[in-house]
């Protein structure tokens, strides 16, 4: 599917003329939320997805004639139906979804590609649209005015990556309004075999992947061809370049008992989004030569049975989305 950090990217890479879709209201339950976003292209091709297919056809569709007009489009799918006899065969979804279509002309590209510089940079950005007039938007940097509309709320009263999408009244006009947030950077200690489906699937649900390993011959585009960086060089060393930030995760795979304890000794002194380690409960007591504190994740993932690299992958990850969402994880199946 891809975070918006990266389905921007994909249409800048791709140069084509294209069109928005955002899902701006859901009553009920769907399967995006509001804030979920997808680009249809002049060719035909599509990046991103807002349903499981029960959208992206009609709405496809309804873009043909938008293709460089600066034009936009409310769309209102009711898919509560379970027959076919509404827009479309029934979804049974029980919920109705409103889907703005906004035409990528060559002024809002300009704001992508404002927007894109800013993610970046690790700034959060405010989208804003008017859904009344076409020509009412911005995009405002959390450190940077952008246009004439005002902004709802400060940046300051969220948590890192909390959802934040809706509409909203001001001085007479409807508005859409969402905050945007930069990919979240992860920080992986370890470059072994078990490491690599971990990085590629982290990738896919948008974070940056930042490789860190002591072994040259590991931390390479083959093994990692997803990874953003490459940290090479004794722990200690690597330590000391990292500037970690509130926004970032960290995940520590090294299989190394004296790297593993470097690494723990620089993380406790740090405000993480995340921070995990690999191994069993008692292996992190050794470590740390006392009970594991509360900001780490050890033994990491969450408790699904996985085995294998590819099953622990998904537990980790499962365990990372539960954290940066503030939702409360489930450590038992018969829980779920």
């Known amino acids: 599917m891809g975070s918006i950090p990266q389905l921007v990217e994909k ?3 791709s140069g084509q003329a294209a069109v928005l879709a955002k899902v701006i209201h859901v ?7 509001e804030g979920a976003w997808m680009f249809f292209l002049e060719d035909g091709s599509r990046i991103g997805m807002l349903s499981g297919g029960c959208l992206e056809n009609d709405l496809q569709s ?6 460089r007009t600066g034009s936009v489009k409310i769309c209102e799918f009711d898919l509560r139906a379970e027959d076919d006899l509404g827009w479309g065969r029934g979804a049974g979804c029980n919920g109705v979804v409103t889907v703005m279509l906004r035409d990528v002309d060559a002024i809002f590209n300009e704001s992508l590609g404002f927007l894109s510089e800013q993610l970046k940079q690790g700034r959060p950005v405010q989208f804003v649209q008017s859904l009344e007039n076409e020509y009412g938007f911005c995009f405002a940097s959390s450190s940077e005015k952008r246009g004439t509309l005002t902004k709802f709320f400060s940046i300051a009263e969220m948590h890192p990556f909390q959802h934040s999408a809706g ?4 001085k007479d006009e409807f508005f859409y309004h969402q905050w945007i ?47 953003v960086s490459f940290n090479i060089g004794p722990i200690h060393e690597l330590l000391n370049r990292i500037t970690f930030t509130e926004l970032d995760s960290v995940v520590i795979m090294t299989h ?28 992190t007591e050794r470590l740390l030569d006392h009970p594991i504190p509360e900001w780490l994740h050890s033994p990491i993932g969450l408790s699904i049975g996985a085995d294998g690299p590819e099953e622990i992958a998904v537990s980790i990850i499962a365990e990372m989305i539960a954290v940066r969402k503030r939702r409360t994880i489930c450590t038992s199946l018969a829980s779920i």
């Not at 009553?27 to 939320?33: D, I, T, V």
């Not at 509409?167 to 001001?170: A, E």
């Not at 590629?200 to 990874?227: I, M």
Request: proline share 4%; charged share 20%; net charge positive.
């Open 11 to 13: 249409l800048i890479e």
């Open 27 to 33: 009553e009920g339950s769907a399967y995006r939320k």
């Open 62 to 67: 309804r873009t043909k004639e938008m293709f």
């Open 167 to 170: 509409r909203k009244w001001i």
């Open 181 to 227: 947030w930069p990919a979240p950077s992860l920080y992986l200690f370890g470059a072994g075999a078990d490491a690599r489906p971990f990085a590629a699937l982290a990738t896919s649900v948008g974070y940056s992947v930042n490789v860190c390993d002591w072994r040259e011959s590991n931390c390479t585009q083959e093994h990692f061809p997803t990874a």
């Open 256 to 283: 190394d008992f004296q790297a593993d304890q470097q690494i723990l000794q620089t993380l406790q002194n740090q405000k993480l989004l995340y921070a995990g380690l690999l191994g069993s409960k008692k292996r």
